[in-house]
Structure formats: C-alpha cells, structure tokens
C-alpha cells in the first residue's frame, strides 16, 4: 500500500500531463439514495480512464531512477485494454518502447489506440489470466519491464491522487464507492483516505454477475 508521501510525489509528477478531472452531482443517483452523489469524471481523463494516472506515474518514476545515459527500457503489460492503452500514451510521451499483450477480444476502440501511441500490440490470448502470463513470459525472456495493471506501486500511488482531488472539491464527503476491478484503484484510494479522512467509509463494489473478490 502506498504512504501517504508516496501519493503526493505522484501527484507532483503527474499534474502537468493529466486533468484535474470534475466532481459532478448526479442527480439522478441522488435521487436513487435520497443523498447527495457526486461522480468523479475520469472517463474525461487522458486516455479516458483513470489508468494514465498510474501508467505515467511508474514510467516517470522509472526515468527518475535510471541515470540518463542507460538505454531505455522496454515496458511491457498485460491489459484488457485501458491499462495498456495508457501505458502506450506514457512511453510514447518518455520515448519508450512499450509492448503490450491483450486477449484477442479485447474492444478494437482500445486495441486502435494502443497502436496508435505507437506500442507493439500483441493480442493473441483467449483469455487475462494468460494474457498475463504470456507478458510475465516475454519479461523474463527479454529483460523487459512488466508493469500491472492492478499492483505496481508507483500505479497505487497514483490512484490516490483522484482522492486527494475528491476531498478537496467536496470536504463533507462520508463515503467514496469505488469499483473494484483488479483492486488497484481501490486500494489506492483506500490508502490516501485512511492517511487524510479516516472518517470516511470507503465501499469497494462489484457488479452482481461478477464479483471475484466478494466470493
């Protein structure tokens, strides 16, 4: 779990190449609740997911530990599509080369992207599990660098972030719902919460037809 001094270095790194994203009422939520719900937009974010955050994070954290006279690394990853994609946009804005595995059926809008940002696209598996397993393969055989999706720190540290900017646009938050997935959005926000606002609840949630972490 990142620290709290860990999250703010992110946040110095990151703030000139992403959005501040809004804060937004949903009134139709609230209605739903009989409360007030407010949406943080990073569907509006660089790449249009929160997952630039993280990825430019590990990259200019990675530069910030390599002396500039070392050959760039290769990066490599295994997503579904929004972590690889953001990865892509990372290391083609650092001048990296970035190789990322994706299941076959991943959403072409993704798949597009990621080459476009330049990125070798390997989409050859049926499934995560061995999409991630083929890209943990290429790292061992090539000495590339795997960044996940869902654990690397400097990506943890990160996530964060949209706490901290969550708490400020909105001091009376009681609660923060966030969607589970692989559990690093979540645990990035739990993290800066527990270290800012340990007043407030933070809800990890699920949908009902696939819940891996509730079961």
């Not at 007030?36 to 200019?60: C, I, M, P």
């Not at 083609?92 to 080369?97: N, T, Y």
């Not at 000495?143 to 943890?156: E, M, T, V």
Request: proline share 7%; glycine share 6%.
């Amino acid at each position: 779990m990142p620290a709290l001094a860990d999250i703010h270095r992110a946040r110095q790194r990151i703030a000139r190449h992403v959005y501040r994203t809004p804060l937004v009422r949903s009134d139709w939520l609230s209605d739903e609740v009989a409360g007030h719900v407010y949406l943080k937009l990073e569907s509006l974010q660089v790449t249009h997911s929160f997952k630039a955050r993280g990825a430019l994070n590990a990259v200019l954290a990675l530069l910030e530990q390599n002396p500039p006279t070392d050959p760039p690394p290769c990066l490599v990853t295994a997503s579904a599509g929004n972590h690889g994609r953001a990865l892509a946009w990372a290391a083609s804005r650092s001048g990296l080369r970035a190789v990322i595995f994706t299941p076959k059926r991943a959403p072409a809008a993704k798949l597009d992207a990621i080459r476009r940002h330049g990125a070798e696209l390997r989409a050859e598996a049926d499934s995560y599990e061995e999409t991630e397993r083929m890209a943990k393969e290429f790292a061992a055989q090539t000495g590339a660098l795997f960044i996940s999706a869902y654990s690397h720190p400097d990506l943890l540290a990160a996530t964060g972030t949209i706490a901290l900017e969550g708490v400020e646009d909105l001091p009376e938050v009681d609660q923060v719902v966030v969607p589970t997935g692989g559990g690093g959005l979540l645990a990035g926000i739990a993290a800066a919460m527990s270290a800012t606002r340990p007043d407030v609840e933070v809800v990890g949630v699920e949908a009902e037809a696939s819940h891996p972490f509730a079961t």
